[in-house]
């Protein structure tokens, strides 16, 4: 086989996380996986080993440095040929109108942002030392996209974004790959909770099938689905205000149960 024998996972005890190690499990596999909840991964874990894969779980909130440094130093004693840095908040405008509070915003950061540069980080000098390895982040469309509703989580993925791209052209050289998926809306716990338009929407085993495909094809960026990401591309033309004014169509909030957002 050759395909990736070490693979590194956070977040992989549901939704999309989950759904990638599903579709990449396979006897000979080792996944090394972590969430905050130890039920999950358990039960992922059972799944993965009725499919033949070794999988080492460990519950880590990612917003914990000492916790996250800890579980990355153990994973990257030994050789990882693929990190999916997947495990992220979504979080935006409650019922009430009201934007998520700064905590809940240093929160998301941490998460979504925080947590995965320092992962690459530890990751990266493994991976170049050992000359291979691929580096795979979870951003979004939400990247490119002005979502009033969403600020700190739409940032989070821009600087996901820029941050990998860079990492990419220092790694490059190294013989280490780094891949950015941009997923559109998924079907998936985060759009549980979303209100309102969600165009493009698309099950999860699919999204997964289409990340799996663009790595397997030596793809840099995966973004999809096809027509969002064209027309934010276009969009991105446009004077300023007339982009904010397309996106007003698109005006959601989040049934996050934070009804207290004082
Ligand atoms: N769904 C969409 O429409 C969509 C669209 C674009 C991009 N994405 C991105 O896709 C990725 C996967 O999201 P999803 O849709 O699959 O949502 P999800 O089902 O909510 O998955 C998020 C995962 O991250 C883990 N996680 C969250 N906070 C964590 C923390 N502090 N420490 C450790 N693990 C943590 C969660 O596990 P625990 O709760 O057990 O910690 C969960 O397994 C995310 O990067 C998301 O931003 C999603």
Redesign the pocket.
């Known amino acids: 086989m050759s395909g990736p024998r070490r693979i590194l996972i ?8 989950l759904e990638l190690a599903r579709q990449l499990a396979t006897p000979g596999v080792t996944f090394i996986i ?4 130890l039920s ?1 991964l358990d039960a992922a874990a059972a799944e993965l080993r009725a499919l033949g894969a070794e999988v080492e779980t460990s519950a ?4 914990d440095p000492a916790a996250r440094d800890a579980w990355v130093a153990t994973a990257s004693a030994g050789t990882i040929d693929l990190a999916i840095l ?5 979080g935006g405008r409650g019922r009430d109108g009201m934007l998520e509070r700064p905590d809940v915003a240093a929160r998301m950061i941490d ?2 942002l925080a947590a995965p540069v320092a992962l690459a980080l530890r990751l990266s000098d493994q991976m170049r030392a050992a000359g291979q390895g691929t580096l795979l982040f ?1 951003s ?3 990247a490119f996209a002005v979502q009033a509703d969403a600020p700190t989580y739409s940032a989070t993925k821009a600087g996901l974004t820029a941050f990998a791209r860079s990492l990419r052209e220092d790694l490059g050289p190294d013989g280490v790959r780094v891949v950015i998926a941009h ?4 079907e ?4 549980e909770v979303h209100r309102g338009p969600l165009p493009g929407l698309m099950p ?1 085993k699919d999204a997964a099938r289409v990340i799996l495909a663009g790595l397997e094809a030596g793809r840099s960026e995966i973004d999809f689905p096809r027509h969002l990401r064209l027309g934010l591309r276009l969009q991105a033309l446009l004077p300023w205000k007339v982009q904010a004014r397309i996106n007003r169509g698109l005006r959601f909030w989040v049934d996050d149960g934070e009804d207290d957002r004082t």
């Open positions: 956070t977040g992989a005890g549901s939704g999309l996380g972590c969430g905050r909840r999950a880590v909130d990612l917003t997947n495990a992220a908040q979504f998460t979504n979870i979004s469309l939400g997923p559109g809306h998924m998936t716990a985060q759009t999860v």
